[in-house]
């Protein structure tokens, strides 16, 4: 079955302790993609892969770190977590036109205390 | 900057109960229109894309329009099960901008 996995499913912390949110697609799309939901805001995206070893900033880079190393992993870092990163996170792949649909993960809900 | 406003925010409907949903965009150089549903605790799972004005798409109770400001999801008599959230998005070269979404209820 094609799909984006993502894992935990729930996360609690506490500020400054580092965590990684990781992402796994098994359809062999070049693109991969993080976002975070927040009431209101809508889909915000955080950083962008077009392919292995090509990443780019989105709209709200700042605390966060990614790689991709390799075509179907895109692990989401968070090196020093702090409350207001505390919201719904999403992976997500497509192959590589920018006409090409999103195939999302079921999410990640984070909680910095 | 791109910009996608979503509206209303919510909705809701009675069982058979048409209405229509409004995504108003403005966007440097559209590549398409895409619009998702999500369901509470899901990631959000593509709908349709719309690409140039006057296209419309179809599926099952659901029509999209689209024209050069706007965008309408109809929902058809709808059904409990198309309670969700609705979310459009707009694509050009480079960046894919979401709305903050509409969020359906219908009742029996």
């Known amino acids: 079955e094609a799909q984006v996995t993502q894992n935990p499913r729930y996360l609690i912390t506490v500020t400054g302790k580092k965590l990684t949110v990781t992402c796994s697609q098994n359809m062999n799309h070049e693109y991969m993609s993080w976002y975070r939901q927040d009431p209101g805001l809508g889909l915000r995206q955080i950083y962008y892969s077009m392919n292995v070893e090509v990443t780019d900033k989105g709209d709200v880079p700042e605390g966060y770190k990614v790689s991709r190393k390799e075509k179907r992993n895109f692990p989401l870092i968070l090196e020093s977590p702090s409350p207001n990163q505390t919201s719904l996170y999403f992976c997500a792949s497509r192959r590589r036109g920018p006409h090409e649909k999103l195939f999302f993960g079921s999410g990640t809900q984070l909680s910095v205390l | 900057e791109d910009q996608v406003t979503q509206s209303p925010e919510a909705l809701r409907l009675q069982e058979g109960e048409s209405s229509s949903l409004n995504c108003s965009y403005t966007v440097s150089g559209l590549r398409g229109l895409f619009w998702y549903r999500q369901d509470p605790g899901k990631g959000p799972e593509f709908l349709f894309t719309?690409?140039?004005a006057g296209e419309e798409k179809e599926k099952e109770r659901l029509k999209a329009t689209l024209t050069k400001k706007e965008s309408f999801l109809h929902i058809t008599a709808p059904k409990p099960e198309d309670s969700a959230t609705y979310l459009c998005?707009?694509?050009?070269?480079?960046?894919?901008?979401f709305g903050a979404g509409t969020t359906v209820t219908v009742r029996a």
């Open positions: 998005a707009v694509q050009n070269d480079y960046k894919l901008s």
């Open positions: 719309l690409y140039s």
